[in-house]
């Protein structure tokens, strides 16, 4: 496909999608489909499936379905919604707003300033190394952790400070900005995985 493009599928089958260049405006069905979502400003919206999609290059807008959908945003400033199911979202290169459903979801910041949401579920929150700054914007909604993978083993090598009603936690050029929270409560090596 080329062009600004709008495709809806209504099928119960598995697709692979090409969008390629242009604004495109995609609606999945029912299979478990894989849409790479090419260099426009695309829109995507997940089906029943379980769908994998790629947003590569553009500013897109990729939105997840019903089903377990593993969402990448690649590069650009996108904006990743997760569905029902258990998604798995990972913003990329960019400045990024991910934000879970109701699902237990992963959401993996990327390198770039991103906004992150788990909503409902417990939500794992990834981030490693050099990921600039992020912040998580509900932290504690349900059983949730906070995910370092890379630049820190363990807790002694996180630093952790007060800003305002917020706390900031500082390592390896990754900064996370976790939002309505004290120090002293979220100091916890419950609320942390290392990996």
């Known amino acids: ?6 495709f809806v ?10 969008l390629s260049s242009g604004n495109d405006v995609a609606e999945l069905g029912s299979g478990d489909d894989f849409v790479f979502a090419g260099t426009g400003n695309d829109r995507v919206l997940s089906g029943g ?3 994998i999609v790629n947003g590569y290059s553009g500013h897109d807008r990729l939105l997840g379905g019903a089903g377990q959908d593993r969402i990448h945003g690649q590069t650009g400033r996108d904006i990743l919604i997760g569905g029902s199911g258990n998604d798995d979202l990972n913003g990329g290169i960019g400045r990024d707003i991910l934000k879970g459903g109701s699902g237990h979801d992963t959401l ?4 770039g300033t991103d906004r992150l949401t788990g909503n409902t579920g417990d939500d794992t929150f990834v981030f490693k190394h050099r990921d600039g700054a992020n912040v998580i914007r509900d932290f504690g909604n349900g059983n949730d952790v906070i995910e370092i993978q890379h630049g820190a083993r363990g807790m002694r090598g996180l630093t952790f400070s007060q800003d305002g009603d917020d706390v900031r936690i500082a390592y390896a050029q990754t900064t996370i ?3 309505d929270w004290e120090v ?4 916890s090596e419950d609320f942390f995985l290392f990996t």
């Open 49 to 51: 499936g379980n769908d």
């Open 108 to 111: 993996i910041a990327g390198c």
């Open 177 to 179: 900005i976790v939002r």
């Open 184 to 187: 002293e409560d979220l100091q």
């Open 9 to 18: 599928s209504d099928l119960n089958v598995d697709l692979n999608l090409n």
């Open 1 to 6: 496909m080329a062009g600004d493009d709008d």
